[in-house]
């Protein structure tokens, strides 16, 4: 198949050396460096997961136009192969990133995993966001129960696995009295999902007794279709498990946003009854070729707009 030809030559000759003092100056001047990482006589290297803003901006010319010319092919009905759809999508980013400053950001699940993403590469975006996994759920935003509930067991680990990416109570209210609430993005229809997981931390916070403190440190990012007329983002209220949030609709096109919620598989599928299985792992988390593919048409034509970050922006976390 294609795509496992593209891992196979990837996997041969792609290699990169950050301490290239080379790269590091071309980096700098923003140029393509006459450096080996994208030059190869072998047949058409892929693209790594993922692909990081550095290695974005040192492609060679004929580096870049082979992924061009393959690119349509493995993204044939994904709406970012449709500049049209993918200008949209800026646009909508970059019309929601004054919310999104000073706000620890969470992509709740997969749907809202490609929103935060563009938001982390566009210029004067936000410099990090945190994926959590979590999937389906058992509780309505009016508060009553659904479906199977998770066990006391299940809900041990995965609370064993939100201390993991810092996402404790008391990690969200340290982090609001530090001058940073915690936006939770995700894509909300009927409200079970988000409704389910904030009830997982309300009941920790009341073993704690810090369910006030948490309710307040809590901000929630609705991704959602316009309303008419609706054309930038708005902020509102929402109830959710008798609590009122502060919140702001970000607005998706319809297009993307039923790929977003329905086929984009980057991250991991974890309801409840998958929690006593595995804990999802940072490293394992990544977009698979097709939608790594799609981030990389994304940065394109940012690029093209002059809204992708130069690699002098990107923040430095080490």
């Known amino acids: 198949m294609l795509i496992n030809r593209l891992k196979t ?10 301490e290239n003092n080379q790269q590091k100056q071309a980096i700098q001047n923003h140029s393509q460096p006459q450096s080996d990482v994208f030059k190869s006589n ?3 290297t892929g693209l790594p997961s993922k692909l990081s803003l550095d290695m974005y901006y040192q492609m060679t010319l004929e580096y870049d136009q082979r992924l061009q010319a393959v690119s349509g092919e493995i993204l044939y009905d994904h709406p970012f192969k449709n500049i049209a759809c993918s200008l949209m999508f800026i646009n909508n980013v970059k019309n929601a990133l004054p919310h999104l400053q000073n706000k620890r950001i969470i992509a709740l699940g997969r749907s809202p995993v490609f929103f935060t993403e563009a938001a982390k590469l566009m210029k004067n975006g936000i410099d990090d966001y945190t994926y959590v996994a979590f999937s389906k759920g058992w509780k309505c935003e009016d508060g009553k129960h659904y479906g199977s509930m998770p066990t006391e067991e299940e809900v041990k680990n995965y609370r064993n696995y939100l201390k993991t990416v810092n996402m404790t109570p008391k990690e969200i209210i340290k982090d609001s009295k530090n001058g940073k609430n915690t936006m939770l993005v995700d894509y909300i229809e009927s409200g079970n999902g988000i409704s389910s997981f904030i009830s997982v931390l309300q009941d920790w916070a009341k073993e704690d007794n810090v369910l006030d403190e948490l309710n307040n ?5 609705v991704m959602k279709l316009p309303d008419v007329g609706q054309r930038y983002p708005e902020e509102a209220d929402v109830t959710i498990n008798d609590t009122s949030f502060k919140a702001i609709v970000l607005t998706i096109d ?3 946003l039923e790929y977003l919620r329905d086929e984009n598989e980057w991250g991991q599928s974890y309801p409840h009854t998958k929690w006593n299985e595995f ?7 990544y977009p698979n070729e097709k939608d790594e593919f799609a981030r990389y048409k994304l940065m394109d ?5 002059n809204l992708l970050k130069e690699p002098s922006e990107i923040v430095n976390k080490n």
């Open 301 to 305: 034509v940012m690029k093209q707009v």
């Open 217 to 221: 440190s809590i901000e929630i990012g």
């Open 9 to 18: 030559a990837f996997n041969q000759t792609i290699i990169i050396n950050k």
């Open 254 to 256: 319809k297009r993307t």
């Open 279 to 285: 804990t999802p792992e940072e490293s394992q988390i």
């Open 42 to 44: 072998i047949a058409f």
